[in-house]
């Protein structure tokens, strides 16, 4: 009996040590049940993104309607009844600048409008202009001699041939469970995007290419939106520096990959080509500082801790920003007024921070950091860092942290569109796995699954992340981000889904929520150390 008993008492045991660790993580269910009721029934996640959208439009940082943005997002704040709501300057950043009118059209050897989009930081035309077309493509500056003194009063038709080829696939993706099982498998040393060098090389040669074509006075440049776009979807971004003293001097539009590839073709037949082009923009130099919109709602018995949620409030230009970031913005904001209309008192204060200067490199968001949380030392010797923040920028030294950033528990953030969420990227923070596990289980009937181990970048979380701060971007699906709205003319309201949004404003308000009533802030994980800084080569 007693062997037996001995037996049944060590079963026991081993019972309870097998039970996930998620279990031990209180959930507040009436209150989830609370906030899902609210963001399902009554939200106005909609109404902030037809007044974000709609009314305002673009927001490219430095124009007048990031100003409007600013504005009206701290003014919506105010009006939900949070605190201290105010924009924040940093800087300085540069020149604004904002496009006012755009026509295009071939006028030989037949008459047709065009789809173009003025390049950002890029100037008008002065007026009318017609010209002959050129065909220029250069791989490397050495490239550039074979047109010298051949294109003065051309208009140069830029790059490597547009390759168009049939839509055989709907753009429009979720992710299924193989899709989410690999999100969900770590990937240690694996770094994604384009390398710091190439990155380097590709600013370089452009800078080359604005020189060399203000030196030959070519009337102006044209280049295609990018490989397989089509459709008429046009993806365009900048065409010259932001930077006081660096505005490149020659007027730059992005073409529909049809019509561009239409042009590039009667050349290489060599057909004349003449086209009338007619571009307004206005450059703004009288404020060189930018804004972040920042509100809380104040903590109770812990109010000294924060948990802060944000998005990037910045867009491109040929949009009007609305998967990218504005469904960010409005699900924060959204989330902000669940928890205000529900009267929640949260134990630690919660702050939202909307963010500017995301699309030339976090650097809003980097800026605030830096101001409250800590910062690497500047890399001033460095032309391309001088003036910059450098938190992403682990050659500048050490972070030195403030007292402030003890007092941070996590960042929330959104930036990947429209689509649901299905999880999180943990960023290597091994210690919040279970409790996110805890915190997710609510949501499986809403396709919430996925917690992964891996780093995610590109989002303003890695300013936060930077200095210690854990700091989280959500996984979500991309419907039709990548191939349709990513800094693309398509990138408007009518993309946005209601329900996704509604159902990540559901899960952010949660999500932030626990943070803020959770006895312990939520573990941490080492700060990155330095890199040494490296040799500049030739490119």
Same mark, same amino acid.
């Given at each position: 009996?007693?062997?037996?008993?001995?037996?049944?008492?060590?079963?026991?045991?081993?019972?309870?040590?097998?039970?996930?660790?998620?279990?031990?993580?209180?959930?507040?269910?009436?209150?989830?049940?609370?906030?899902?009721?609210? &963001?399902?029934?009554?939200?106005?996640?909609?109404?902030?993104?037809?007044?974000?959208?709609? /009314?305002?439009?673009? $927001?490219?940082?430095? /124009?007048?309607?990031?100003?409007?943005?600013?504005?009206?997002?701290?003014?919506?704040?105010?009006?939900?009844?949070?605190?201290?709501?105010?924009?924040?300057?940093?800087?300085?950043?540069?020149?604004?600048?904002?496009?006012?009118?755009?026509?295009?059209?071939?006028?030989?050897?037949?008459?047709?409008?065009?789809?173009?989009?003025?390049?950002?930081?890029?100037?008008? @035309?002065?007026?009318?202009?017609?010209?002959?077309?050129?065909?220029?493509?250069?791989?490397?500056?050495?490239? *550039?001699?074979?047109?010298?003194?051949?294109?003065?009063?051309?208009?140069? !038709?830029?790059?490597?041939?547009?390759?168009?080829?049939?839509?055989?696939?709907?753009?429009?993706?979720?992710?299924?469970?193989?899709?989410?099982?690999?999100?969900?498998?770590?990937?240690?040393?694996?770094?994604?995007?384009?390398? +710091?060098? #190439?990155?380097?090389?590709?600013?370089?040669?452009?800078?080359?290419?604005?020189?060399?074509?203000?030196?030959?006075?070519?009337?102006?440049?044209?280049?295609?939106?990018?490989?397989?776009?089509?459709?008429?979807?046009?993806?365009?971004?900048?065409?010259?520096?932001?930077?006081?003293?660096?505005?490149?001097?020659?007027?730059?539009?992005?073409?529909?990959?049809?019509?561009?590839?239409?042009?590039?073709?009667?050349?290489?037949?060599?057909?004349?080509?003449?086209?009338?082009?007619?571009?307004?923009?206005?450059?703004?130099?009288?404020?060189?500082?930018?804004?972040?919109?920042?509100?809380?709602?104040?903590?109770?018995?812990?109010?000294?801790?924060?948990?802060?949620?944000?998005?990037?409030?910045?867009?491109?230009?040929? &949009?009007? &920003?609305?998967?990218?970031?504005?469904?960010? @913005?409005?699900?924060?904001?959204?989330?902000?007024?669940?928890?205000?209309? =529900?009267? !929640?008192?949260?134990? $630690?204060?919660?702050?939202?921070?909307?963010?500017?200067?995301?699309?030339?490199?976090?650097?809003?968001?980097?800026?605030?950091?830096?101001?409250?949380?800590? /910062?690497? +030392?500047?890399?001033?010797?460095?032309?391309?860092?001088?003036?910059?923040?450098?938190? =992403?920028? $682990?050659?500048?030294?050490?972070?030195?942290?403030?007292? #402030?950033?003890?007092?941070?528990?996590?960042?929330?953030?959104?930036?990947?569109? @429209?689509?649901? !969420?299905?999880?999180?990227?943990?960023?290597?923070?091994?210690?919040?796995?279970?409790? *996110?596990?805890?915190?997710?289980?609510? *949501?499986?009937?809403?396709?919430?699954?996925?917690?992964?181990?891996?780093?995610?970048?590109?989002?303003?979380?890695?300013?936060?992340?930077?200095?210690?701060? +854990?700091?989280?971007? *959500?996984?979500?699906?991309?419907?039709?981000?990548?191939?349709?709205?990513?800094?693309?003319?398509?990138?408007?309201?009518?993309?946005?889904?209601?329900?996704?949004?509604?159902?990540?404003?559901?899960?952010?308000?949660?999500?932030?929520?626990?943070?803020?009533? $959770?006895?312990?802030?939520?573990?941490?994980?080492? !700060?990155?150390?330095?890199? +040494?800084?490296?040799?500049?080569?030739?490119?």
């Amino acid at each position: 009996m007693k062997k037996r008993f001995a037996a049944y008492v060590c079963s026991v045991v081993i019972v309870l040590f097998a039970v996930p660790s998620w279990s031990q993580e209180k959930v507040d269910l009436e209150t989830i049940t609370r906030i899902r009721y609210e &963001g399902f029934h009554n939200s106005k996640v909609m109404d902030f993104a037809t007044g974000l959208m709609d /009314s305002i439009g673009e $927001r490219l940082t430095g /124009s007048p309607n990031m100003k409007r943005a600013n504005e009206w997002t701290r003014d919506q704040l105010t009006a939900m009844g949070l605190s201290n709501a105010h924009l924040e300057a940093w800087g300085p950043f540069g020149r604004g600048w904002a496009n006012q009118y755009v026509n295009a059209r071939m006028t030989s050897p037949d008459i047709t409008p065009l789809i173009v989009y003025a390049k950002a930081w890029t100037p008008g @035309t002065n007026g009318v202009v017609t010209g002959k077309c050129v065909r220029v493509n250069v791989e490397d500056k050495k490239d *550039f001699e074979k047109y010298r003194r051949k294109l003065a009063g051309m208009i140069v !038709i830029f790059g490597p041939d547009g390759d168009v080829k049939p839509i055989t696939e709907a753009p429009f993706k979720r992710e299924s469970d193989d899709d989410l099982a690999k999100i969900g498998e770590y990937e240690p040393g694996i770094e994604h995007g384009v390398p +710091p060098a #190439e990155i380097r090389k590709r600013r370089q040669l452009m800078k080359d290419a604005n020189q060399f074509f203000a030196e030959e006075k070519v009337l102006a440049v044209i280049d295609h939106s990018r490989q397989n776009s089509g459709g008429g979807t046009v993806f365009v971004q900048s065409g010259g520096s932001y930077k006081i003293g660096e505005t490149t001097t020659v007027p730059q539009l992005t073409m529909a990959l049809e019509q561009w590839a239409r042009i590039a073709r009667l050349l290489q037949q060599k057909k004349d080509v003449t086209l009338e082009l007619n571009v307004v923009n206005n450059f703004y130099d009288d404020d060189p500082m930018q804004y972040d919109t920042i509100a809380e709602i104040p903590g109770t018995d812990k109010k000294d801790e924060v948990v802060m949620l944000g998005a990037h409030l910045d867009s491109w230009h040929a &949009g009007t &920003g609305a998967t990218d970031n504005g469904a960010g @913005t409005i699900v924060m904001m959204e989330a902000m007024r669940i928890l205000k209309a =529900l009267d !929640i008192k949260p134990r $630690r204060t919660i702050r939202i921070g909307l963010w500017s200067g995301e699309e030339q490199g976090l650097l809003g968001s980097q800026y605030y950091v830096e101001q409250h949380f800590g /910062s690497r +030392p500047h890399m001033d010797d460095d032309p391309d860092m001088k003036g910059q923040p450098t938190l =992403l920028r $682990r050659q500048a030294g050490p972070v030195t942290v403030k007292p #402030e950033q003890a007092k941070v528990s996590a960042y929330f953030n959104v930036d990947n569109g @429209t689509g649901k !969420i299905r999880g999180v990227y943990l960023q290597e923070n091994e210690s919040v796995a279970p409790i *996110f596990e805890a915190w997710m289980k609510p *949501f499986k009937d809403l396709g919430m699954t996925t917690l992964t181990m891996r780093n995610t970048g590109g989002t303003d979380h890695q300013s936060f992340d930077a200095v210690g701060i +854990p700091a989280f971007q *959500f996984i979500q699906d991309p419907i039709e981000y990548e191939t349709r709205t990513h800094h693309s003319n398509m990138d408007v309201y009518d993309r946005l889904l209601p329900e996704d949004l509604k159902q990540i404003s559901v899960i952010v308000t949660s999500f932030v929520y626990e943070t803020a009533m $959770r006895e312990q802030m939520l573990p941490r994980k080492p !700060i990155e150390k330095p890199l +040494p800084r490296e040799e500049k080569k030739d490119e």
